[in-house]
T-cell receptor, first 113, second 113 residues
Framework: KAGVTQTPRYLIKTRGQQVTLSCSPI?????VSWYQQTPGQGLQFLFE???????NKGNFPGRFSGRQFSNSRSEMNVSTLELGDSALYLC????????????FGQGTRLTVV | DAKTTQPPSMDCAEGRAANLPCNHS???????VYWYRQIHSQGPQYIIH?????ETNEMASLIITEDRKSSTLILPHATLRDTAVYYC??????????????WGLGTSLAVNP
C-alpha cells in the first residue's frame, strides 16, 4: 500500500511569508500528526488531527495551525515565517492515533531566508 | 506527560546484541513505552511498544522493568543498517485532548563492522 506522502519535499520562503504543507496519510488512517525537527531541538510535536478535529497540541505559537479534510488528508500552515522556522516538517499517520504504529512521511524541508 | 532519558550515543559491533536503555521514572499507569528509530534523511520508523509485559517482534525485543520506571530495547543481532537515532517515548494509547508528546533527542547508535 502507498505510504505517507508529503508535498512539497523542499521549500524556500522569505521571512514574513506564510506557507502551507500537505500530508496524505495511508489509506484508512484517520490520525495525522505533525512534527518539527531541528538539529538543536530534535523532534517536537506540533499537533494531531483525528477525524477532522484537532485532538492533541504541542507547545507551538498560534502561527502554526493545521486542518484535516474528510478524506483524512491534512495541511499545516505557518504564518509570518521567522528564520527559526527553518526545519524538517514531518507528518505521521496512524490507524488508532498519535504514535501507535505510526508511519512517517519523508518530510518537507523548509528554509526561511 | 512523562519524559524519558536516554544516553546520547552508543556503539555496537556488527552481529552483537545492541541494548538501548531508557529511563521513564515518572511514567503514568496508562502510558505505554514506544520505540522508534530514524535513519539519516528518513522519517522515523516504528519499532515496538509495550505497557508492562516484555514484547518481541521481528525487529526487536522490549524489556520493561517491573516498576515500569525504565526499559531496554534489544536488537538481537545488530547490522550496519541498524545505525540510526533511537527514540524512546511514553504516551497513552488513547490520548485525550491537549496531550503533549515529548520525543527528546534519542540515542545515536553506531553499528561498527
Amino acid at each position: 500500500k502507498a505510504g505517507v506522502t508529503q508535498t512539497p519535499r523542499y521549500l524556500i520562503k522569505t521571512r514574513g511569508q506564510q506557507v502551507t504543507l500537505s500530508c496524505s496519510p495511508i489509506s484508512g488512517h484517520r490520525s495525522v500528526s505533525w512534527y518539527q525537527q531541528t538539529p538543536g531541538q530534535g523532534l517536537q510535536f506540533l499537533f494531531e488531527y483525528f477525524s477532522e478535529t484537532q485532538r492533541n497540541k504541542g507547545n507551538f505559537p498560534g502561527r502554526f495551525s493545521g486542518r484535516q479534510f474528510s478524506n483524512s488528508r491534512s495541511e499545516m500552515n505557518v504564518s509570518t515565517l521567522e528564520l527559526g522556522d527553518s526545519a524538517l516538517y514531518l507528518c505521521a499517520s496512524s490507524l488508532t492515533g498519535l504514535i501507535t504504529e505510526a508511519f512517517f512521511g519523508q518530510g518537507t524541508r523548509l528554509t526561511v531566508v | 506527560d512523562a519524559k524519558t532519558t536516554q544516553p546520547p550515543s552508543m556503539d555496537c559491533a556488527e552481529g552483537r546484541a545492541a541494548n538501548l536503555p531508557c529511563n521513564h521514572s515518572t511514567i503514568s499507569g496508562n502510558e505505554y513505552v514506544y520505540w522508534y528509530r530514524q535513519i539519516h534523511s528518513q522519517g522515523p520508523q516504528y519499532i515496538i511498544h509495550g505497557l508492562k509485559n516484555n514484547e518481541t517482534n521481528e525487529m526487536a525485543s522490549l524489556i520493561i522493568t517491573e516498576d515500569r520506571k525504565s526499559s531496554t530495547l534489544i536488537l538481537p543481532h545488530a547490522t550496519l543498517r541498524d545505525t540510526a537515532v533511537y527514540y524512546c517515548i511514553v504516551s497513552p494509547v488513547n490520548a485525550g485532548n491537549n496531550r503533549k508528546l515529548i520525543w527528546g533527542l534519542g540515542t545515536s547508535l553506531a553499528v561498527n563492522p
